[in-house]
């Protein structure tokens, strides 16, 4: 479990990245790009920063890549505008969580499909 202190050092993270991605970063290989979470280690050297990109496989691997290559900027950027001791190494991970929660809820509409279906389909022997 996260302590405190990691809670508040992920968020702020979080949202300064969110502003530099979005505002300062000029690669073209950087689409539509949402840091969705960040989580710190306990000694706040190291951060994975998860994002989530609005395109197909080969879109994400080339905005993995275009993040990776611009990594010191960001910890350059991040050293100007906050004043913690350490600025952490930061690894870049796409979140799949969104995709898990897309096909989660597909399913979830198909079974309600297929509930309605059957119950329309007892009511009209019913009627018979």
Known sequence: ???????????LLHEELSQIIQYESRDPRLGFVT???VDVNPDL?????FITVLGDDEEVKSTLQGLDNATPFYRRRLRENLSLRYIPELQFR???????GQRIDELLDTIKTDLDESDNGSETELSD
């Open 94 to 100: 796409f979140d799949k969580s969104l995709a898990h």
């Open 1 to 11: 479990m996260a302590t405190r202190r990691q809670r508040q050092i992920a968020e």
């Open 45 to 49: 050297r190291f951060a994975r920063v």
């Open 35 to 37: 840091v969705t979470g």
